[in-house]
């Protein structure tokens, strides 16, 4: 799908991600908690898809719970804190987290219990002002996305991390754009983490939430025993494997993927500021994920590009898909100090695993093309 720049938005089920689901599907489409053998064997098969996601997160197995995605994941967190914390502790997120954070955050804890943390004129969260908030508001938790959906902007984690182990606060990270686009491992040192399947070549339907310990538990859904009564439902074996496996076949090329992906990111980013005088790259002196590019067109509404260029083949965003046809609701532009005008002009285009030189050319020359259109004196 060469003309396809929304891989943020969901990416194409990986070939070794659809056979797994199918043999399991064979195979294993038993019951994981019924008593006969071939239940057992299930149990078996979808244990070991833990223990393999935990060797890739750096986690130890016993704290991955799977939910269908990362807004379920997000939602559990958020509820379960909301039981735990005494009633006047509050948490922090950054001003541009995704919306299933800042809404959950909101909806389980109340807007006044949510301190919004700013970030800089890139998007990016300075360590001295996590400090201040740390010392000032004593949040018992902290939210920051190790990468933005909509800008790519890559969050100093690590660092952010350690200031929040200094002060005694717990942090959590919605990853689900650097799995599968970075190295994983490290996240592991993270108390929280939160993902989906569908945002590396996994099925749509499937995601992890790691908890801070394999004692911990605080379900969202109530019912049966599953998870270790973390999570009610019969487990979805078979979407479990796929994604797994999707993350297995991607990991060992992210290396020369970022390499090779990073070159031609850039040489489009710059054959667009050629093209069209005035255009912006939102925080384009930041680290960035190596298929994200946030753009400000110098004219015409965002939506008028989309639909175009949709005409001609290609598939590009105005913002997050979960804001998608809500004009001038990006949280991160906005964070950015971006007018109203300039929400309405904001595209992103963001690439895959494989896109090719000639697939970046090709989109670069169809916004020249629907340029030359929108632009044309109207009869």
Sequence with gaps: MPAYFDHNATTPLHPAAREAWLRASEKHWHNPSSLYREAGFTSQAMESARERLGDLLGVEPERIVFTSGATESNNTLFAGLAKCLPPDACVAISAIEHPSVREAARAWLGRARVIEIPVDAEGVVQPEVLKRVLVEQQPALVSLMAANNESGVLQPWPELLKLCREHGTRFHSD????????????????????????????????????????????????????????????????AIEAMVTALEAITPRLGEVERVQTTLRDAFAEQMKRDFPGLRVIS????????????????????KWLTRLSRVGFAISTGSACSSGKEGSS???????????????VVRVSGGWDTTEADWAALAEAFAEVSRGLDAPQE
């Design 175 to 238: 990853v689900a754009q650097w799995v599968g686009k970075l190295d994983a491992m490290a996240l592991g040192t993270c108390d929280y983490l939160t993902g989906s399947g569908h945002k590396f070549g996994g099925p749509k339907g499937i995601g992890f939430l790691v908890l801070a310990d394999e004692a911990e538990a605080f379900p969202l859904l109530h019912g049966g025993p599953q998870e270790n009564s973390r999570r009610a439902g019969t487990e979805n074996y078979p």
């Design 284 to 303: 384009e002196g930041a680290p960035r994920l190596w298929n994200t590019v946030l753009l400000v067109m110098p004219q015409h509404s965002n939506l």
């Design 331 to 345: 949280v991160v532009v906005q964070a950015l100090g971006a007018d109203w005008e300039e929400l309405r002009r």
